[in-house]
């Protein structure tokens, strides 16, 4: 079974940091994109940032300068660093798999991120 488990979400203070964890099992991703999605209450679901195979990245306008992703992919896991978080940052952050961020395939179950002011 596939499966894509997020760890590391958490209570954080405005200014803070959290790194989020995202390890995939039951089969190798090589070859896809890796991704991280949000959704904050009462919000639809939004792309937050990816990477491909290769190592191309892509930020939403409102991670940029703050957040970094990046991979492992001898582990099959992929990392956001999140720095600077602020109250608006706060959501359930989703990991995701696919040949690209349009056609995710897998998603994980979220972890929660809460960013007090």
């Known amino acids: 079974q596939v499966q894509l488990v997020e760890s590391g979400g958490g209570l954080v203070q405005a200014g803070g940091s959290l790194r989020l964890s995202c390890a995939a099992s039951g089969r190798t991703f090589r070859g896809y994109t890796m991704g991280w999605f949000r959704q904050a209450p009462g919000k639809e679901r939004e792309f937050v940032a990816e990477m491909s195979w290769s190592g191309t990245t892509n930020y939403a306008d409102s991670v940029k300068g703050r957040f970094t992703i990046s991979r492992d992919n001898a582990k099959n896991t992929v990392y956001l660093q999140m720095n600077s978080l602020k109250p608006e940052d706060t959501a359930v952050y989703y990991c995701?798999?696919?040949?690209?961020?349009?056609?995710?395939?897998?998603w994980g179950q979220g972890t929660l991120v809460t960013v007090s002011s």
């Open positions: 995701a798999a696919g040949p690209t961020r349009r056609d995710v395939q897998v």
